[in-house]
């Protein structure tokens, strides 16, 4: 029988310091950017976002969400055959923020590597772990990671960042011999990687004083990307994921998009003839955590109750470069009951 990736437990994790409209408001008044902010709270959607202690990085982020999807999926961290993490905020440039959370975890059997395309890097995370299940026989447990700490790589005076909140969503997968990871599906555009991100510290431009000076070191969007791009992007994926995979768009329990903007997934859900009820958000609660909002909304959609075993989930995920990745997958007999519900914040 074929082995086929399937869903086991999920986790997430959101820290605790509350950071409100309001009070970014408050603090952009004093430089002249109240509008500026008025503006973005207005078109996305976002109400608040939460930050992570100080003196965190982004695997410290990831450990909670880890152990509660692992807790749920009744593994131990010993049982872990293979750590996936998706994340453009990294620990370090090198070595993998997978490498520092298997040790963190306490997960030393594991292989690990990081898989870095922006907001995108979750979908193709968990679309990379399905593949290296369903064709190696040793692999059986992966957990897969998606986690952001970009505000912490954010000029404090930069309006956008506004969208910019901390968090960490994580997956169990395990092969089965029933339906679970349907397909994936890619779109990208590398004529727009200098529109926005991070273009001092790599190669091409090591960090030195100037280029901190300069602000080079921190997120910066340099040049808008076209309105449409992420409007487009989203449903040619789910449309070639549909078609891919042998099922209709009208048959998707939940679309959980990159919660960026709640009026591009209007659009998008309008255009695809599939009800918003469908399209979980969660940017209103938790803002814009990034690379780690797709796992994110997909374990508060289970906890909530809207997606259960039978259910197809579609994911797409949208980010610098411009990267996307969607995948779709079907939730099994194998998705763990919830026994405790995560920390609520919102």
Not at 117 to 123: D, G, H, L, M
Request: with cysteine; net charge neutral.
């Amino acid at each position: 029988m074929a082995r086929i990736a399937n869903l086991i437990a999920t986790g997430r994790h959101i820290p605790a310091h509350r950071i409100t409209n309001e009070a970014l408001q408050a603090r952009f008044a004093a430089l002249g950017q109240a509008e500026r902010i008025a503006k973005l709270a207005a078109s996305s959607g976002i109400r608040q976002r939460w930050y992570a202690p100080d003196d965190w990085a982004t695997s410290d982020l990831i450990l909670p969400a880890a152990r509660q999807a692992l807790e749920r999926a009744g593994r131990s961290p010993e049982e872990v055959d293979l750590i996936i993490v998706g994340t453009d905020s990294p620990d370090y440039l090198t070595p993998a923020t997978a490498t520092v959370v298997q040790a963190k975890l306490g997960a030393f059997r594991a292989g690990t590597f990081d898989i870095g395309c922006a907001c995108a890097s979750f979908p193709t995370a968990l679309a990379a772990a399905a593949g290296l299940l369903a064709t190696n026989p040793g692999l059986r447990t992966a957990l897969v990671v998606g986690a952001y700490l970009m505000h912490r790589l954010a000029d404090p005076e930069d309006p956008l960042i506004f969208l910019y909140g901390d968090g960490a969503g994580a997956a169990v997968l395990e092969p089965g011999e029933e339906y679970g990871f349907l397909g994936s599906a890619f779109r990208a555009d590398g004529r727009y990687a200098r529109h926005w991100g991070i273009y001092a510290g790599g190669t091409a431009e090591p960090a030195s004083v100037a280029a901190v000076r300069a602000g080079r070191t921190r997120v910066r969007l340099h040049e808008r990307y076209p309105p449409e791009i992420n409007q487009e992007g989203w449903i040619t994926l789910v449309r070639t994921l549909a078609a891919q995979c042998g099922f209709r768009v009208q048959d998707v329990a939940q679309a959980i998009f990159t919660q960026i903007n709640q009026c591009t997934i209007r659009e998008v859900c309008e255009t695809l003839g599939l009800p918003l009820t469908r399209a979980h958000t969660t940017m209103d609660k938790w803002g814009y955590t990034g690379s780690a909002c797709l796992p994110m909304a997909l374990d508060d959609a289970i906890e909530q109750g809207l997606i259960g075993p039978g259910d197809l989930v579609v994911m797409v995920g949208s980010g610098v470069g411009y990267n996307m990745a969607g995948v779709a997958l079907r939730l099994t007999e194998h998705l763990a009951p919830r026994r405790q519900p995560s920390v609520d914040r919102s």
